[in-house]
């Protein structure tokens, strides 16, 4: 049973971060077409219809902004057929404008905004595809939303840059208003992250307790509290919980309808489940171990 689906509607984007997992491969393809799109939405009305549940869909990319009128039109399509779904996108928030906003809110879809670190390592670690800053981009990105009214949440890649800097995301965070939580992702050495340094438990564990401290100050002088995803999820499910992708329960779509279980695993062959279209695509529980499954744990085996 399928309940999460994370659509790349396109392979482009205006950032070259460092570690850019899509590198080597959504990264090369395109946009998604409305061909491929429509098969998704098929897919994910016989799931619905079949198990009477709802699916969480995130849109990520590439830079999904950069496709927004493909994601419009899944929309519209799926409201129109009132299918039980619950829509996310994943975005790096430099390319919002007011327009773009309201939509997101008339449509009352999550937003997740990618972003490491106060504007000296995000810049450094996610610039611009010309080499130029972007983090003042997204935080004016993030201020549309605030305008709006919207909260966010903040995902935040941990590499040894971001997390010597941790604590001042969290004022950062703070400071911003409308982060409502944040999503840490230990750096998996896949992409443009083959040659960064792999990071030690030890030294993961160590400035992840500061931010989660820090964030507890923080909500002692505010009283405004800042999720942790790590915190929540093991809360929830314990710490031997196992990836949702590897129990057959997430999958991935690239731009040509190929079917991966995680957007980590896109582009390896033995991975590869299937393409959208076909009928005897199924979702499946995979006996053999992601390798990236030690940097995904990570976070679970610290927290509690
Ligand atoms: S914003 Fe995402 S897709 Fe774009 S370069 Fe950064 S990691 Fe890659
Ligand atoms: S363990 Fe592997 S499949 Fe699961 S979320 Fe991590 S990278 Fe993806």
Known sequence: ????????????????????????????????????????????????????HPVVVQFTGGEPLLN????????????????????????????????????????????????????????????????????LQVVRGIELLKEEGLYVNITTVLTRESLAQLDKLIDMAYYLGNVKGISFNVMRPIGGAGNIPVLSEQEVARKVKSAVRRAQMHKDLTGHRLNFKFVERVKKYGKKIECACFRGRAIFVDTGGRVYPCPSLAGQEKFLMGNIEEESFHAKQYSSVCPYLHQCRMLDRIAG
């Open 68 to 135: 927004f009128a493909l994601i419009e039109k899944m929309i519209k399509a799926s409201r129109e057929e009132n299918l039980p779904i619950i829509f996310q996108i994943q975005t790096n928030a430099t390319l919002l404008t007011p327009q773009i906003v309201t939509q997101l809110k008339e449509w009352k879809i999550g937003i997740g905004v990618s972003l490491d670190g106060i504007p000296s390592v995000n810049d450094a670690m996610r610039p611009s595809r010309d080499g130029s800053p972007s983090t």
């Open 1 to 52: 049973m399928v309940d999460f689906v994370v659509v790349a509607v396109t392979g482009r984007c205006n950032l070259a971060c460092r570690y850019c997992y899509g590198l080597g491969n959504v990264r090369n393809q395109g946009d998604m077409s409305w061909e491929t799109a429509a098969k998704i939405l098929n897919y994910l009305k016989k799931q619905t219809n079949n198990e009477c």
